[in-house]
């Protein structure tokens, strides 16, 4: 019997993988642009952490999460999100006390739910948090942040929505008028929302059972129910956002779907992948370093599904570079493998961010070049029984008009530096590997 993967957890191949690498590479470079740094966190972690932040009365800890029991009969959980696991990683080293971090984390989360597409249980995120931030210009920088990135890529099937959740208080009084609300249409409430009134209330607004959304649209509004403090913040990144010319939506029944969020929140959404619609999402976080047994810290993030971008990115008509390597290195010969060998070396040395692909496992003359054409690489290079007494490499052409050249061993990496924009090192490396 073939082994198989488990279910919702699938493989990368190779076929994929480099679009992957493309975009969390643009991603990447886009985040340290605005001075965020690579936190590493552990897949693992204690499951009163998830817990205590993302809520008791949410579906991830209700249903979704991989708990056990280890050796020491302690309770860990493989991490749903990240952001509780960058608090704790904040807390444990001492990296929030009188300090302010922009941090940044990327890596698979898991989550126990049914299979469908761009929903998985073994799913990939790229995380963003700026923790010690308490204004609404960090807010606006990291919603900024995001639509760069669409920018850069070309990504246009998507939409901002923003909404304020408020302060402590005045989330308070708004959940009594939601009960009271909700309450008083008990009978029309489906099973989810039931059970959600007296603990979660909140969470019954985003309940995606479409028996349920004439309801929810008559309930009341967040955002008249805000303390001055809270709206005067919103008001602020929204005039953030006009300046910086990002086009957004207030969506009054956006709430998110852990409880850790106050003020501020935000979800880029798409309609170009069906019912998954959020493709990136974050918002204020002010209480939980405290709540999590850290001095009180004001906090924003965001996260975006890596599989639901990929996705997008392809929708709207995107591709990655080929990966393939720059140059395929024919070898006729015990002695030309032999040279092959030390010239491959000495041309990844000698020219920056070549890559060149070694023909291995032997093959006549044609075979190799079969190979070489297969590569995608953008020229072969010949090394024969003439071309070692002779002291040059051919270069053949195999996606561009040229005609084959023979090129001397102490212009190769000049030749190929010019030839593939490459950056050429040096020249005299090459020449002491040939002479030896």
């Not at 969390?24 to 642009?33: H, K, L, N, Y």
């Not at 597409?117 to 920088?141: K, M, N, T």
């Not at 929810?216 to 129910?225: E, G, Q, S, T, Y």
């Not at 709430?255 to 959404?269: P, Q």
Request: glycine share 8%.
């Amino acid at each position: 019997m073939k082994p198989k993967a488990i279910r919702g957890m699938n493989d990368i191949l190779p076929g994929a993988s480099g679009t992957w690498q493309f975009l969390e590479g643009a991603v990447r470079d886009i985040v340290q642009s605005y001075g965020y740094q690579e936190i590493r966190l552990p897949l693992l972690e204690h499951t009163e952490l998830f817990r205590r932040s993302i809520g008791e009365v949410t579906d991830i800890v209700e249903k979704e999460m991989y708990t056990f029991l280890d050796r020491n009969s302690e309770s860990l959980t493989l991490r749903p999100e990240a952001t509780a696991s960058v608090v704790r990683a904040g807390i444990t080293n001492g990296l929030l006390h009188n300090q302010k971090q922009k941090l940044w984390t990327a890596g698979p989360m898991f989550r126990y739910e049914k299979p469908q597409q761009g929903r998985y249980r073994q799913f990939h995120q790229f995380d963003v948090e700026a923790l010690g931030y308490a204004g609404p210009d960090i807010d606006a920088e990291l919603i900024i942040m995001t639509a760069r990135i669409w920018q850069r890529l070309g990504i246009d099937k998507i939409r901002l929505e923003i909404n304020s959740l408020g302060s402590p208080g005045s989330r308070s009084r708004y959940r009594e008028t939601l009960v009271d609300y909700f309450s008083s249409v008990k009978n029309q409430l489906d099973e989810d929302s039931i059970r959600r009134l007296d603990q979660n209330p909140l969470r019954i607004l985003d309940s995606k059972n479409p028996d349920m959304q004439a309801i929810v649209a008559a309930a009341p509004v967040m955002l008249d129910f805000l303390d001055a403090e809270s709206a005067g913040h919103f008001q602020q990144l929204k005039e953030l956002l006009d300046a910086a010319g990002v086009a957004y939506s207030v969506n009054p029944r956006l709430v998110r779907g852990l409880d850790y969020y106050n003020r501020t929140v935000f979800e880029w959404v798409t309609d170009a992948l069906g019912s998954q619609g959020a493709v990136c999402s974050g918002g204020r976080y002010d209480g939980l370093v405290e709540k999590l047994g850290g001095r009180p810290t004001p906090a924003v993030g965001w996260a975006m599904g890596i599989e639901r971008f990929v996705a997008l990115f392809a929708e709207c008509g995107g591709s990655a570079p080929p990966d393939a390597a720059d140059v395929y290195f024919v070898a006729v010969g015990d002695d030309a493998l032999r040279s092959a060998i030390v010239v491959a070396e000495t041309l990844r040395d000698g020219v920056a961010g070549i890559k060149v692909e070694l023909n291995l496992g032997g093959g006549s003359f044609k075979s190799q070049l079969k190979r070489a054409d297969k590569s995608a690489a953008e020229y072969a290079l010949i090394l024969g029984e003439q071309e070692l007494a002779d002291g040059t490499i051919g270069l053949k052409p195999l996606r561009r008009t040229e005609d084959q050249s023979s090129i001397a061993i102490n212009e190769l990496v000049a030749t190929l530096a010019q030839k593939l924009g490459k950056v050429a090192l040096r020249q005299a490396m090459l020449d002491e590997h040939i002479k030896a």
